[in-house]
């Protein structure tokens, strides 16, 4: 798997989140062979939430093109499926339930968080950044940072959770997490989940 994500990575597995047909949330590097199922999450979301998301006002036509764009830049995503992570002969890949867009710029790496409004407060949001510091800090990036709005309650409350930095104005508010707080926090998550199935 490309920068050292395992082929399979799961959250909290098993996520005690309703997921039908399956124990728990799967996290894997997405590609362009992803497209429509990204698609089909962003254009889930609520108008708001996408606002939210992209501090500007999309819609499913704007969408489509933001996803068709991810695979011409320098990138990762990273994908939460409900369900099979991978597709097969009798199988689709499961839906996608929260995603982490990350474009690497000169210095930082920038994140895009989105996650269905029906998992949220459940620390998934904070698994993908987690797992994204663990991906980027073997490349010596330093720093992730996002935008987003001031009325963006829960992310503001998971960049405090995460001890990120949070520069606020009246429009916009640009937050950074470090990468080796953040991939610290993700080592010790996985030793974590390893022993609960030990145990």
């Keep these: ?9 799961y959250i909290g597995y098993p996520l005690p989140i309703p997921c039908a047909g399956h124990a728990g949330l799967g996290l894997r590097q997405a590609g362009p062979g992803d497209s429509t199922a990204l698609v089909a999450h962003l254009a889930a979301m609520e108008a708001s939430d996408r606002r939210l998301r992209f501090c500007a006002t999309l819609g499913e036509d704007a969408v489509e093109r933001h996803i068709a ?9 990273l994908a939460a499926h409900d369900g099979p992570l991978w597709p097969g002969l009798l199988h689709h890949a499961g839906p996608v339930r929260a995603v982490a867009e990350l474009a690497f710029g000169d210095k930082d790496v920038e994140v895009g968080l989105s996650v269905d409004g029906s998992m949220r407060r459940q620390g998934i949001g904070t698994y993908l950044l987690q797992a994204a510091a ?21 992310f503001l409350a998971l960049a405090r959770g995460c001890g990120a930095e949070i520069e606020l104005d009246a429009d916009e508010v640009e937050v950074r997490f470090e990468v080796a707080a953040l991939q610290r926090d993700y080592v010790r998550r996985r030793a974590r989940e390893a022993f609960r199935r030990a145990a």
């Design 1 to 9: 798997m490309a920068y050292g994500l395992p082929a399979t990575s």
């Design 69 to 77: 764009g991810l695979w011409t830049r320098r990138g990762v995503v």
């Design 134 to 154: 663990h991906l980027l800090a073997p490349r010596g990036i330093r720093r992730i940072v996002a935008y987003t709005l001031p009325e963006n309650a829960s």
